[in-house]
């Protein structure tokens, strides 16, 4: 038995099924905390039905509020009774309730905790209405009437119907709004700076004569009319935009005007069904993913950051492959081996270990102030004082994450070549082919799963990263994507908004933490999913580059 239980041990099986355990404990607490952060953060989406009740005050004073329930606990009753409150009954725990008042434009505040033993005749209406706006966060109550300008339409139960065909139709002049402003508008606007650059370089070339001078004040006089034109169709759809409101009364009796042009939807959650809420669901859900932000970035969805994120992830890796890999090729190809070489792999190994931030300081000394300003000097003197690349923007954002990831890829890369077989080599040299050829024909080839393993830890490391770019690049909201229709197309001078610091922002500098939570757990699952996605897209190249170089092998 003894014998039995020594072998056991020897042959290492105990150490197998700790190592599985390990792994599935950990696989566990992964899986736990992204369901988490899914429950926390896609909950939000779901409309939740609205109660009214009569709450009775700390000071016996009695108000009617609507809301809805976010978020249930258990007190005990003695710390509730320290704080003031009147708690009827004799229950050791007392249940208390955050809802979501709304109305902040009104009550100074959108959420509230209230006891439960002190609501009072709770019923859930069906005609009370929840009304998304673009600015002062949600609206709670009743709809009396619809009016044109300073005329009622129509009043009661008519108003609704009427409603959700009007905001339908101010959706649709929303959209012909935002392709005139962003589009049409946009790129005159852009040509219109590109003209007056063209002159002050002229001017700066001592270029003094008149016609020099007239094909751009003729281009620029053609852009003037054009913006004109469209100056007036806007006006013109502003104003039907602004003309409709919407009579409604909050839950103390207030009636209050709220103008279409304010409002994003509106609905009626105690009257929805569980479709009806699954499709409100995924509407909001699409809006998430491809709206802009808005309300401080607390509302609205996150699109500039997804994209941001990813065309810096995208640039990086432009950047930082050629080079981690001709360094990786150079050290153990060409080099001499001995005390330099060892020293610089022991350096390249220190420089994974350097904090982010110094990556920061390092990129906005060197790229931005020297580099970027040196190159508006040689390149852009006619937009100067204002830089072009002597700012942070997301070329510079780029390159510092390229010079922070890029001892993962020399590493990774150094580990593909080393693996490759000598014999491999000899064989290539002896069949005639130079020495670049046979690196870039055969080694290379062979070496590429190693390299796709570094890139993928690379862009892991890349996608989270805040603190560099916090001063190389990102902004709390970029006006303009870094790709757009206008020449150049990519715009490597652009700022742009980052998932991971879209989470900081909202996290910790957003003066509604109650709004701003449940987008933070959405945005960092978003993130999670787009570093997993770019992993999984590189993994399975890597792959079949592996399978490939395998059967050739064979």
Known sequence: MIKSTKNWFENGTPWVWLNAGAVSICLIMVLGLLALIAVRGLGQFWPGNLLEATYTETDGSQIRIIGEVIESQQTPREQLVKLGYRIPGDSELVERQLLKIGNRDHYGLDFRWVIVPSLSDLQHPSELIAMERHEWGNFYGRILALREGDKTVVEGEASWHELEQRLTRKHQIEEQIKEIEKHEIGSINYAMERLRLKRRGLELEGVTGPEAFAEIERQRDQFNAEYELLNAKLAGLYQQINRDSVLTRTAEGTEVIIPLAKIVRVYRPNQMGVLHKSAHYISKL?????????????????????????LMVLLMTVFVTPFGVVAAVYLREYAKQGP??????????NLAGVPSVVYGVFGLGFFVYFLGSNIDQLFYPA??????????????????????????????????????PSAIREGSLALGATRAETLWRTVLPMATPAMMTGLILAVARAAGEVAP????????????????????FLHLDRKFMHLGFHIYDVGFQSPNVEAARPLVYATALLLVVIIVALNITAIRIRNQLREKYNATSH
């Open 469 to 488: 770019l916090m001063m190389v690049g990102v902004v709390k909201l970029a006006p303009s994507l870094g790709i757009d229709a206008n020449f150049p």
């Open 286 to 310: 699409g809006e998430f993913i491809f709206d802009d932000p808005r309300e401080a970035n607390t509302e609205g969805g996150i699109f500039p950051a997804i994209f941001g994120t990813v």
């Open 340 to 349: 330099m070489i060892r020293i610089i792999r022991i350096a390249v190994n």
């Open 383 to 420: 937009a100067l004082p204002a830089p072009t690349f002597g700012t942070p923007g997301l070329l510079w954002s780029s390159l510092t994450l390229a010079i922070l990831t890029v001892p993962v890829v020399i590493v990774a890369t150094e580990e593909g070549l080393a693996r490759i």
